[in-house]
């Protein structure tokens, strides 16, 4: 992974600097990045020849305008807009966040060299499933506005931070989280991984895994990766389950 890092740290620098784009405080490289439309859409590009996603060309010039962060969204934590891409079809004319979920993370497995997945995660239908209430996610390229860290609220089973989601309008991150972290901004797994907290943690909050099968569905998914282990582990816990530390990131 590191190798990896590296060389896209000194190109997103130079892009950065010849954009303009703002990086908004040292060493902070992947803000950079999701502040910069184009290198979203490079890396993106990037992604669809080395893994063959089968990405039509045509999508890349059909991609939707960027929102921009308002004031109020900066109030209140959102510092990022990231690039995501919904594949498949749900038969309702949505992306399929089973096939989402499993190419993502097919892609994080060999981005990270070093990989490991609970048996009882599988991207099959009674196993798991977008979590009801949560948004459906448009086919093809779309935009969301990220709030990392979650909601400041520590030491709350998920269903209860869940709740929340209803309250304002947010959601939380589906197959996003894995194309975040494969694609769009790797950076953010190794600066996490070098602060204070030396873990990269993200909870996968809107979807649901049954850890027995047969639609019961009582868990949800999180991915982590500690300073002193190269290993990108993909688990899961109880929605009951209180949270040490908000991994939780959350969309709009």
Known sequence: MKKRVIPIVL????????TGAEVL???MYYLGVLNSPGIQIWRWKEANEKYNL??????????PVAPKLTEDEKFYGFTAVGLFYGFGDDGE???????SARKSWEVAEKVYSESSKGDYIKFERGWMRLRPGAPSRPRGFYWKKIRFGGLGREYESMNELR????EE???????????????????????????IWKLFEMSIADIDIAPEGDFNFYGVPAIAMDLND??????GSDVTAVFPRNGLSVLW
């Open 11 to 18: 190109f997103v620098v130079v892009v950065l600097f010849l």
């Open 25 to 27: 405080s040292e060493g």
């Open 54 to 63: 089968e990405i039509p060309e045509e999508a890349f010039g059909s991609v």
């Open 93 to 99: 004319g949505n992306a399929d966040i089973l096939e």
């Open 163 to 166: 709740k929340v989601f209803f």
């Open 169 to 195: 309008g947010q959601t939380g991150v589906g197959a996003e989280a894995f194309q975040l972290i494969a694609i769009i901004a790797p950076e953010y797994v190794e600066e996490e991984r070098n602060s």
């Open 230 to 235: 190269d290993r990108l582990c993909f688990h």
